[in-house]
């Protein structure tokens, strides 16, 4: 992530004046910053869960490769996972909004967010959702979950996952993964 953040900011990377504020943010609060402190063990975490995953489309998934993680996704999943209250090790975001073009793996990646939520957050009663305004978009991320969790007995085993229709769930948890949708008829 802080090598990200210093190739964006040298130029080496292009990027807009978001991402470059985002980056200068990290940098900046890595040098001191007060309130938040930066773990890099919850930042690793989460990229090595990432990165155990499998890929659910395309080439990659017929030569059964596990993902690899590319720089500006490092950066995404350090800075939301990453950075936590110094108080009470809470996360420091809450919301995130990430744009990101058209091919460039979204629905993968917030497919592995949703999975690392629902597994290991350490939230019991856990709930994760795909929300989008049709039906049809809130179900390619969750569609995208569960295929990536059936395809991987061992993570299934150790977390207790079981893989339903409508919702992927750890029952002795009480945590669940579900698609909702805002449909124009039921608003």
């Not at 490092?74 to 800075?79: G, S, V």
């Not at 990453?82 to 979204?106: Q, S």
């Not at 395809?151 to 977390?159: A, K, L, S, W």
């Not at 079981?162 to 579900?178: G, M, Q």
Request: net charge positive; with cysteine; charged share 25%.
């Amino acid at each position: 992530a802080k090598q990200y953040a210093e190739a964006v900011l040298s130029g080496d990377i292009l990027a807009c004046k978001y991402v470059k504020a985002a980056a200068r943010r990290h940098l900046d609060d890595l040098a001191g910053c007060v309130e938040y402190q930066y773990n890099e063990n919850a930042a690793e975490k989460v990229c090595m869960f990432a990165e155990a995953m499998p890929h659910t489309k395309g080439i990659w998934a017929r030569r059964k490769e596990k993902i690899r993680l590319e720089g500006w996704q490092i950066f995404a999943l350090c800075c939301i996972f990453g950075w936590v209250r110094k108080a009470d090790g809470a996360r420091r975001f809450r919301t995130v909004y990430l744009e990101v073009a058209r091919k460039n793996a979204k629905s993968t990646l917030l497919s592995v967010i949703a999975l690392y939520l629902l597994a290991c957050d350490g939230e019991s009663g856990a709930e994760v959702y795909s929300a989008a305004t049709t039906r049809d978009q809130a179900r390619i991320v969750f569609a995208a979950a569960k295929r990536m969790a059936q395809m991987e007995p061992e993570f299934r085993q150790r977390f207790g996952i079981e893989c339903w229709k409508d919702s992927v769930a750890i029952e002795n948890t009480d945590s669940y993964l579900k698609a909702l949708s805002a449909e124009a008829n039921t608003l």
